[in-house]
C-alpha cells in the first residue's frame, strides 16, 4: 500500500478526550474515530489488526473443535421473556420497538438465541457435546463508556456457547475453552492470567476472567507470581486428551479479580514475596451455568435410556475490540504503538526518505515490488514530506520494521533496517535486509501453528 493513496489521518497532538495511552493513539495513529458516546468507526488500519484479532481467536477456538455460525446482532424480546432475563438486564440493554410495535433488542450476549437454535435442533444425546461460536457486535449501554474501545457501547466479542450431556461433559467443554484461550492470547504477545470471577448477568457458579496485567486495567486484581511465568501449551495440544492438568496448573494457586478476592487467603496462601496486586484488563470471561438456560427454555435430549435430559451449557466470550485497546495497553513507546508481529496492520514500512532523487525512487519501487511479490505486506511512505516526519509517523503507527532507503546508503549498497520494538538499526545490502524480512514472516507463521 503506497501511503500517498492510504487512508490514513494522523494527529500531531493527543486528543483531549483520550484518558489512556491506548485510547490516545489509536486516535492519533488513525485507527479509530468516535460516532458517538462509546460507538466507533473504524478506519482502514484500525480494521486490518482489528481482522487479524479476529482471525487469530477464530483459529484457536477452530482448533479446540467449536463450530463457527454467525447469529444477527438484532434479536426478539420474546426469547428473553422466556428465560426471564428481558427485565432483570435492565437499562444496559438497547430495546427497540420495530414498525409493528413488536419489542426487539440489540444484543448483548446470546445464550438465549443459540439456546433455541439448539433446541429446535438437536433431539439426541448422540449429538452432543457442541461448541457453537459467533463474531459479532453487541450493545451495552453501559453508563460510563470511556477508555476508547476498552469500553464501548458497541463493541465485538467471540462469544461460545457448550452444550453438553452431563456436568462432567461440560466440565470436558469448559476446559477446552480454557486452554484454547491462553493459546489464544498468547498468540497476541499477551500474557494472560485467568482468575477466578463473579459472573453477573450470565450466571452460573463456575468463571474465570483472563486478564491481562497493565497500569490503566479497570479492576485490581490479585494473584501468585508463578502464574506469570507459566507458558500456555503448544499447537499441538490434544484437545480431545485429558486438559484437566493445564487447567489444574493454572488455577491451583490464587488469583482472583477484586469482587472474588479474599484478603484473609492471600495472605496465608501467598507468601508475601510471592503476591501481586497490579491493575488488569479483562480480555475473556468464560462461564459454566449448568442448567440455567436449558431449564427455562426447554432444551432437552434424549438420552441412552430414552429419558428426556436438559442439556448443560457454558458460555464463554472474548472482547474482540477489546484486545486492540489491551494489545497497545501492553506494547507501546513514548513514539507510539509497537505491534506484535501477529496482529501488525503491516508487516513493514518502508520510507523513501529523499522523494525525487532518481536512484532512492527507483530503489524504493524496486524493493516494494519485490516484498510484495515475496508475500510481505508493506506500506510505502512515498509522500513529499520531511524524513523527520515520515520517521515520526512511523514510529506512531508501530509497523514491526522500517526499511529506510535514502542516497547515502544507496552509494554504497546498502539499506537501513529498523526494528520498532528494540530500535535496533542495521545497515543492510538489499538481499540481506530482504532475507531478515523473510525470515522473521516464516517465524511469525511457524508460531501460529
Ligand atoms: N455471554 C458471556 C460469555 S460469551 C458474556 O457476555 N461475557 S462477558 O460479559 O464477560 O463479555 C465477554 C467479554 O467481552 C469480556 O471479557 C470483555 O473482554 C468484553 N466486553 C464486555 N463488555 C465490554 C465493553 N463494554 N466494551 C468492550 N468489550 C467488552
Not at 60 to 77: N, V
Not at 113 to 135: M, N
Not at 182 to 209: C, D, Q, W, Y
Amino acid at each position: 500500500m503506497r501511503f500517498s493513496r492510504y487512508f490514513l489521518p494522523l494527529l500531531r497532538d493527543d486528543p483531549k478526550e483520550a484518558e489512556i495511552t491506548s485510547h490516545r493513539l489509536m486516535l492519533r495513529a488513525g485507527l479509530i474515530r468516535q460516532a458517538s458516546a462509546g460507538i466507533y468507526s473504524w478506519l482502514p488500519l484500525g480494521f486490518k489488526v482489528l481482522h487479524k484479532i479476529e482471525q487469530i481467536v477464530r483459529e484457536e477456538q477452530d482448533r479446540a473443535g467449536a463450530l463457527e455460525l454467525l447469529m444477527p446482532t438484532i434479536q426478539s424480546a420474546e426469547l428473553w421473556k422466556e428465560s426471564g432475563r428481558y427485565e432483570a438486564y435492565g437499562k444496559e440493554m438497547l430495546r427497540i420497538s420495530d414498525r409493528h410495535e413488536r419489542e426487539m433488542l440489540y444484543g448483548p450476549t446470546n445464550e438465549e438465541l443459540i439456546t433455541a437454535i439448539f433446541r429446535d435442533a438437536v433431539k439426541s444425546y448422540k449429538d452432543l457435546p457442541r461448541i457453537l461460536y459467533h463474531i459479532q457486535w453487541k450493545f451495552r449501554d453501559e453508563i460510563r463508556p470511556r477508555f476508547g474501545v476498552m469500553r464501548g457501547r458497541e463493541f465485538l466479542m467471540k462469544d461460545s456457547y457448550s452444550f453438553d450431556l452431563t456436568v462432567d461433559d461440560a466440565r470436558k467443554s469448559y476446559n477446552k475453552m480454557f486452554v484454547s484461550y491462553l493459546r489464544t492470547f498468547a498468540r497476541m504477545g499477551l500474557k494472560s492470567i485467568p482468575m477466578v470471577a463473579e459472573t453477573g448477568p450470565i450466571g452460573g457458579n463456575l468463571s474465570h476472567e483472563f486478564i491481562i496485567l497493565a497500569d490503566t486495567g479497570e479492576s485490581e486484581v490479585h494473584c501468585h507470581r508463578d502464574l506469570i511465568a507459566l507458558e500456555p501449551p503448544g499447537a499441538d495440544i490434544d484437545y480431545d486428551g485429558d486438559l484437566s492438568p493445564i487447567v489444574e496448573a493454572f488455577t491451583s494457586k490464587y488469583a482472583a479479580t477484586e469482587e472474588k478476592h479474599e484478603a484473609e487467603r492471600f495472605l496465608k496462601e501467598v507468601r508475601e514475596e510471592d503476591r501481586v496486586t497490579a491493575r488488569g484488563i479483562e480480555v475473556g470471561h468464560i462461564f459454566f451455568f449448568g442448567t440455567k438456560y436449558s431449564e427455562s427454555m426447554g432444551a432437552r435430549v434424549q438420552g441412552p435410556d430414552g429419558e428426556l435430559i436438559t442439556v448443560q451449557m457454558g458460555s464463554y466470550g472474548i472482547g474482540v475490540s477489546r484486545l486492540v485497546g489491551a494489545i497497545i495497553e501492553a506494547s507501546h513507546d513514548e513514539a507510539g504503538i509497537i505491534w506484535p508481529k501477529s496482529v501488525a496492520p503491516f508487516d513493514l514500512g518502508l520510507i523513501n526518505v529523499k522523494v525525487g532523487d532518481p536512484a532512492t525512487d527507483t530503489a524504493c519501487e524496486d524493493l516494494y515490488t519485490r516484498l510484495e511479490a515475496a508475500g510481505l505486506s508493506v506500506l510505502f511512505d512515498d509522500r513529499d514530506e520531511r524524513a523527520g516526519a515520515k520517521f515520526a509517523a512511523m514510529d506512531l503507527i508501530g509497523l514491526p520494521f522500517q526499511l529506510v532507503v535514502g542516497p547515502k546508503g544507496l552509494a554504497s549498497g546498502e539499506v537501513e533496517l529498523k526494528e520498532r520494538a528494540t530500535g535496533a538499526r542495521h545497515s543492510l545490502t538489499f538481499d540481506s535486509a530482504f532475507n531478515r524480512l523473510l525470515a522473521s514472516q516464516a517465524e511469525t507463521k511457524r508460531q501460529a501453528s
